[in-house]
């Protein structure tokens, strides 16, 4: 599987941004992706999961403002962002389980500043 993350960019403070996550190579093997960011310093950490059952789920930090979403017929997945803070400047990356050789891809990421 392979993955392209796009929708990053520079946006203030109270913004949105919307960042998508394509999936090529086999992605009917999927059954587990996720959002992750890492930020100048620190881990990389994780941000929204999705499954392939259905469930969703986003970390208190962005609970509220941010929803992750599968679209299987584009084979993509998406992470919309509203009311951006400074602290969630990072670089976001997509994440992707084949359950069919149990190996994890990530694709190279794309990068979200938040200032005024």
Partial sequence: VQLVESGGGVVQPGGSLRLSCLASGNPTMIDLMGWYRQAPGNEREL????????????VDSVKGRFTISRDIDKNTLSLQMN??????????????RDYGSDADSWGQGTQVTVSS
């Fill in 47 to 58: 941000v929204a999961l999705w499954s392939r059952g259905g469930s969703t789920g986003e």
């Fill in 83 to 96: 009311d951006l803070k400074a602290e969630d400047t990072a670089m976001y990356y997509c994440k992707a």
